[in-house]
């Protein structure tokens, strides 16, 4: 992994770009969106926005 994952991901949550207008969009649309697999994102959302993770994807 490239820690380049990393900061795509964070800035794509720092901007806000993870929310729809009243929810938080799936991870699969947010890997598409960043142009990466799915499995990438949320390994990353786990170990990295752990508080996000649980607040938003936890149940998906």
Known sequence: MSPGYRTAIAAYLAAGNHMTSERAKPVQ??????RM???????????N????????????
Not at 29 to 34: H, K, T, V, W
């Open 29 to 34: 649309q947010i890997a598409r969106e960043l």
């Open 49 to 60: 926005h752990r508080d996000l993770w649980l607040k938003y994807w936890f149940s998906e």
């Open 37 to 47: 697999s799915a499995t990438t994102v949320r390994r990353w959302l786990k170990l």
